[in-house]
């Protein structure tokens, strides 16, 4: 039973971690996406 707890928090951290890492990942890649815009306009 604990080790299920365990893991589920895990699971949840991890989830959060992953969560805030892909939104930053998408604000690293804005500004080479709107570099590429301007440059094929």
């Given at each position: 039973?604990?080790m299920?707890g ?16 892909s ?13 590429e815009?301007?440059?094929?306009n």
């Amino acid at each position: 039973m604990e080790m299920l707890g365990v893991s589920t928090l895990f699971y949840y951290i991890c989830s959060k971690f992953l969560k805030k890492c892909s939104i930053l990942r998408d604000c690293m890649e804005l500004p080479k996406r709107l570099k590429e815009q301007k440059s094929n306009n």
